[in-house]
């Protein structure tokens, strides 16, 4: 019974109460050339006009929005106008501007304005009673929420549905989908609307008799209520629920205070006239089951005209009914038949199927001769409503399915969205670390060949340092023997001769003269071992010592000390190899010996041959060896190979490999002779040492 006389309070009240897309209007202001279609929108939602001065305002809104406004604005302009004309209300001017706004959202594909259509049509259907349809596009609003993520509408809808499920008896779906809603509600803190939800479940809780479960909803609903700030009549509708609950057990006595409350509140009359005269009715229904009947029938009077002021149809029928209660009590079954067919009256023009049922019971009481009547069309119309209302819950029950279904398939996307961006993420974040690493071992590796080339030229430096030492220690060598040769040979020789013909200067004689003869051949000795000397060391001046080829005869020396494998080498000895400069020099030495190590790892050779030749402005560097040979085409680079590129490339040269498996393999070098500085042909050592320390 609190159901339909709760939730049911007419079309305004609802509107108001259900949509918060409904705001007071603004100020009155002048309409521009930009504002013009706002403003008449605003104008026709203005309640201080007459309806038809709110509904001329909506019509130039109208014709300015489909003849003039831009495609980008029309379809929020039609959004307004539905909402409007719903509120006006005008329910033809309603439907087709609902029409055409969905009709513009979808070729727009404005989810939030199809939604809003969707929201507006409901609370259309809702208004005129027709339960079905206004829990299908509550179901269509819901759905298109739940896709944008958007909680707080989402569990609006929710409320809204459930509220329509409690229209048709559905308590259970009802009670489940406000649990619903409130699972969204707690987390964002709307305690206004964690109000409405806890108020409904109090209410159909009451309505299957679980009052202890009503009493406790109602009051976690004024725990809500006391966390709002601003001014508000919801305590007073909680607390005429609660006196409802208590009615409903026969608990009157109890009741009574309840309403009490209600009607002593301050400028209740003003604020909500509909719960004051509501909560009138209930006091003087109390008062008449206690047996109190002071002030009665004139409370239900009373009532009953404040009612018919806000054109309260639904709380008409009911105080009329109780009014019937009331005569048929005090044996006036004449004025108690009057109130009956007034409270049918009113329950058939407000679509209170329930109350007429009730009423229809009470009448068969009044007229004993028509009971039969009044009966047989009780069964009909009860009969009647339940398979409505059976009908209405089953469709709610598909309508349910299919909106969890969609909800559950969008969160399937949803998922599967996080999903792949979350494998993309990890790909990304993969591809990352594999260019970190791989940029890094290149790092490593390019460090390493650095390291490995500052070693190598450390060698070369350190091997034409000690061919250098050889040569400097030959000359002292050369020099000693020199020395030794004038000291002990020529210095003699002479010394012998200059005492001789010392001594024959005082003699004339034969014998003198022989002796003279002797001493002049001896000094003819000297000057021939003075003249061989002197060729020596003409030769030795002239002689050229290649440095540089030394330090590769030493390689190849090495090679075939530590190997079993031949070697012949020949060069140009006409070309002065220790005049090129140090990078030629040191890179070329690393090139032949990563060679000839090539050689030993892998040809299986037995003979290497190295030639060092010149061609015009190049120098060709060949070296070839008897090995099994390998396919070029095949296999990959090795590291030594790679510097050979990298020395190569260096350089500016070029280089060939040419294999035959079972043939031997041939590498051909070719470097361009670069003109060394004064400081490369005059100091050598000194730029190998400054390769070495780079």
């Not at 029409?99 to 208004?127: G, H, I, P």
């Not at 009481?365 to 009908?391: C, F, G, H």
């Not at 000839?596 to 030639?611: E, F, G, I, T």
Request: hydrophobic content about 35%; proline content about 2%; overall charge positive.
């Amino acid at each position: 019974m609190i159901c339909k006389y709760v939730l049911l309070l007419g079309a305004v009240f609802f509107i108001s109460f259900a949509n918060p897309r409904v705001t007071a209007p603004p100020p009155k202001a002048v309409p521009t050339s930009q504002d013009s279609v706002l403003f008449w929108i605003q104008e026709g939602r203005n309640t201080t006009y007459s309806q038809e001065e709110r509904a001329e305002f909506l019509k130039k809104a109208y014709i300015v929005t489909e003849t003039d406004a831009p495609d980008s604005l029309k379809t929020k302009y039609f959004s307004r106008l539905s909402l409007a004309y719903l509120q006006l209300p005008d329910s033809l001017l309603f439907r087709k501007t609902n029409k055409r706004t969905l009709q513009l959202a979808r070729e727009t594909q404005d989810s939030v304005v199809k939604a809003e259509a969707n929201w507006d049509l409901a609370l259309f259907y809702r208004s005129i009673a027709i339960a079905d349809s206004a829990y299908y596009h509550y179901g269509q609003a819901l759905k298109l929420y739940s896709a944008l993520k958007n909680d707080f509408t989402t569990a609006q809808m929710l409320y809204n549905m459930a509220v329509v499920q409690a229209d048709v008896k559905d308590y259970t779906g009802s009670e489940i989908t406000t649990i619903r809603a409130i699972e969204l509600l707690k987390p964002l803190d709307k305690y206004q609307q964690l109000y409405n939800c806890y108020n409904n479940l109090g209410i159909i809780t009451n309505e299957l008799k679980e009052y202890d479960r009503a009493i406790g909803y109602f009051d976690m609903a004024l725990d809500y209520l006391s966390k709002l700030d601003e001014e508000n009549t919801y305590e007073y509708q909680i607390l005429n629920n609660m006196g409802i609950v208590y009615q409903e057990q026969g608990f009157y006595k109890k009741a009574i205070p309840y309403f009490k409350q209600v009607l002593d509140a301050d400028s209740l009359r003003l604020k909500d006239s509909q719960l004051f005269a509501k909560a009138m009715n209930n006091l003087a229904y109390s008062k008449f089951k206690t047996e109190n009947h002071v002030s009665l029938p004139r409370l239900f009077n009373k009532a009953i005209k404040i009612q018919d002021s806000i054109r309260d149809y639904v709380g008409i029928s009911r105080s009329y009914y109780n009014l019937s209660e009331y005569y048929l009590s005090q044996g006036d079954t004449a004025q108690a038949m009057v109130q009956a067919q007034n409270a049918k009256t009113y329950s058939e023009q407000s679509s209170n199927n329930k109350r007429l049922l009730q009423t229809l019971q009470l009448m068969a009481r009044l007229e004993p001769q028509n009971a039969l009547a009044y009966t047989q069309r009780y069964m009909v119309l009860n009969d009647s409503l339940i398979q409505e209302e059976r009908k209405a819950r089953n469709k709610f029950a598909r309508i349910r399915f299919e909106t969890d279904e969609f909800i559950a398939e969008n969160e399937i996307l949803t998922r599967e969205k996080q999903l792949w961006a979350g494998i993309a993420v990890g790909l990304l974040l993969l591809g990352l670390a594999i260019y970190v690493i791989v940029d890094q071992r290149a790092k490593n590796q390019k460090l390493r060949f650095q390291q490995q080339q500052q070693a190598s030229n450390q060698e070369i430096f350190n091997l034409m340092l000690a061919q250098k030492q050889k040569v400097e220690e030959g000359k002292k060598m050369e020099q000693k023997r020199i020395s030794e040769e004038l000291h002990d040979g020529v210095l003699g020789k002479m010394l012998g001769a200059r005492m001789l013909l010392t001594g024959l200067n005082k003699k004339a004689d034969e014998e003198a003269i022989t002796q003279r003869a002797r001493a002049i051949s001896a000094l003819q000795e000297v000057e021939g071992e003075v003249r061989s000397i002197s060729h020596e060391l003409s030769h030795a001046a002239y002689q050229k010592i290649h440095n540089f080829i030394h330090s590769i005869k030493d390689l190849l020396k090495s090679l075939q000390e530590n190997t079993s494998i031949a070697h012949n080498f020949s060069y140009d000895d006409t070309i002065n190899w220790d005049g090129l400069t140090g990078d030629i020099k040191i890179n070329l030495y690393r090139m032949v010996q990563e060679t000839l190590q090539n050689s030993v790892k892998h040809a299986q050779c037995k003979n290497v041959s190295v030639d060092f030749a010149k061609e015009e402005n190049d120098l060709l560097i060949t070296i070839a060896d008897d090995g099994i040979g390998f396919s070029t085409k095949r296999g990959k680079k090795g590291i030594g190979m790679r510097n050979i590129a990298s020395r190569i490339e260096k350089l500016g040269g070029s280089w060939d490999i040419t294999s035959t498996q079972g043939k031997g393999t041939t590498v051909l070098f070719r470097i361009p002779i670069k003109k060394p500085t004064a400081f490369e042909s005059t100091n050598g050592q000194q730029e190998l040492e400054k390769v070495k320390t780079a």
